[in-house]
T-cell receptor
């Protein structure tokens, strides 16, 4: 199965600051998914990346998949308290996930 | 569409009791996943079905756990007997694998507490 490592495990930023979360795979990724989870709630789909070098944006969140398709990054520009939560990357037909990155945004 | 539906949303039971969690996937989706989430272990895949057939159950903790998918619109995850260490949030998710790689959608989860 595909092992996904996320970094950092947790992140505390001041509102307005930019931040990056990384997801690294032990194998080539043929579809990398980013989800966000607020405490006590289900996972909300953010973006899916399939092609090497692909980049997608939604509002202030940008996700990239490197050319080798083994690493993805999620970048948030001008963070807001509404961005707080746990960000998870998932991949594989069996859709296994990394351990998640817990983001806190201080107003 | 109502999305993935899970019931109950909360369950409190005593050790040794049988617990049954239910999931209704999104209509037309042919893959269904059960996950367990805890602070210590994160989000773990327990089992996933494709066209109602279990494909990978390597994540099922032990014989106390069983999952069934009798038809395309319903699945159950049963724990018998339950133990305090089973306390967690259990998520069901579904996906349409009929064509191009699609998005997987999650239900709201069942929060289980075993006393």
């Amino acid at each position: 199965s595909q092992e996904l490592e996320q970094s950092p495990q947790s992140l505390i930023v001041q509102e307005g600051k930019n931040l990056t979360i990384n997801c690294t795979s032990s194998k080539t990724l043929y579809g990398l998914y980013w989800y966000k989870q607020k405490y006590g709630e289900g996972l909300i789909f953010l973006m899916m990346l399939q092609k090497g070098g692909e980049e997608k944006s939604h509002e202030k969140i940008t996700a990239k998949l490197d050319e080798k398709k083994q690493q993805s990054s999620l970048h948030i520009t001008a963070s807001q308290p509404s961005h707080a939560g746990i960000y998870l990357c998932g991949a594989g037909n069996d859709m296994r996930f990394g351990a998640g990155t817990r983001l806190t945004v201080k107003p | 569409d109502a999305g993935v539906i899970q019931s109950p949303r909360h369950e409190v039971t005593e050790m040794g009791q049988e617990v049954t969690l239910r999931c209704k996937p999104i209509s037309g989706h042919n893959s269904l996943f059960w996950y367990r989430q805890t602070m210590m272990r994160g989000l773990e895949l327990l089992i996933y079905f494709n066209n109602n057939v279990p494909i990978d159950d390597s994540g099922m903790p032990e014989d106390r756990f069983s999952a069934k998918m009798p038809n395309a619109s319903f699945s159950t995850l049963k724990i018998q007997p339950s133990e305090p260490r089973d306390s967690a949030v259990y998520f069901c998710a579904s996906r349409d694998d009929g064509g191009a790689r699609e998005t997987q959608y999650f239900g709201p989860g069942t929060r289980l507490l075993v006393l």
